[in-house]
């Protein structure tokens, strides 16, 4: 499975931006799929996550009700829709899919074996 993450970008305090990762290579409908990211000088983190049927979203602390993930199997993307957005969401965020045979959602970035490259969002105050 190969993954490309676009949509990032430079916004102000309170913006919004919408991230797309696109899927190819592989059933895409069969991936549990997620989003991390990492600020600068700092570990790669959990965002949120959402599975193969497009249920049970699950989301960290830090962006629970402003950030919303979803999918789209007959387009083989999954979309991050950030808004609220704060100077502390500066960083690369990355999508990620689970191996195919794997159902449950995970926070754990080693549960993830595909990663696309990255997408830099800037957040100015």
């Known amino acids: 499975v190969q993954l490309q993450a676009s949509g990032g970008g430079q916004v102000q305090t309170g913006g919004s931006l919408r991230l797309s990762c696109a899927a190819s290579?592989?059933?895409?409908?069969?991936?549990?799929m997620g989003w991390f990211r990492q600020p600068p000088g700092k570990e790669r983190e959990f965002v949120a996550a959402?599975?193969?049927?497009?249920?049970?979203?699950v989301y960290s602390d830090s962006v629970s009700g402003r950030f919303t993930i979803s999918r789209d199997d007959a387009k083989d993307t999954v979309n991050l829709q950030m808004s609220g957005l704060k100077p502390g969401d500066t960083a690369v965020y990355y999508c990620?899919?689970?191996?195919?045979?794997?159902?449950?959602?995970?926070?754990?970035?080693?549960?993830?074996?595909?990663w696309g490259q990255g997408t830099l969002v800037t957040v100015s105050s």
């Open positions: 990620a899919a689970r191996s195919p045979r794997i159902t449950v959602i995970s926070r754990t970035r080693s549960s993830y074996t595909y």
């Open positions: 959402i599975s193969k049927a497009g249920g049970s979203p």
């Open positions: 290579g592989g059933t895409f409908s069969s991936n549990v």
